[in-house]
């Protein structure tokens, strides 16, 4: 398994992001704060024995302009996650991913 969500070289730069999800597979797209923009989340899961995920946050466009700090978090087995500030924290926020489709979050403020 691939443990990042951004796993092409234009991602980085807030690019489209092409996720795999079906089945027991889905994955998270949380909105955060521009302060943590080229910042990296990890998404630790809650009581699975699967490794954690982890992607960079970065500005992605909107529909009608704008951009959005963002991370998108790919290839999530179905189940709940506690999501933080690599290296080791604090948890900032818990959501929980089903298979086959997509969790959408708001990064809680400071």
Same mark, same amino acid.
Do not use: K, Q
């Given at each position: 398994m !691939?443990? !990042?969500g951004e796993s092409n070289? !234009?991602?980085g730069r807030g690019a489209s992001v092409l *996720?795999?999800?079906g089945g027991e597979v889905g994955a998270a797209v949380v909105a955060v704060p521009a302060a943590l923009l080229g910042a990296e989340v990890e998404a630790r899961p809650v009581g699975a024995g699967h490794p954690p995920v982890h992607a960079g946050v970065v500005a992605r466009p909107l529909p009608g302009g704008g951009r959005m700090p963002s @991370? @998108? *978090?790919g290839e999530l087995r179905a189940g709940t996650y506690e999501?933080? @500030?690599?290296p080791d924290g604090p948890v900032r926020l818990r959501l929980t991913v089903a298979g086959g489709a997509v969790a959408e979050a708001a990064w809680p403020a400071a």
């Open positions: !691939h443990t !990042h070289a !234009h991602a *996720l795999d999800i @991370v @998108v *978090l999501l933080y @500030v690599r």
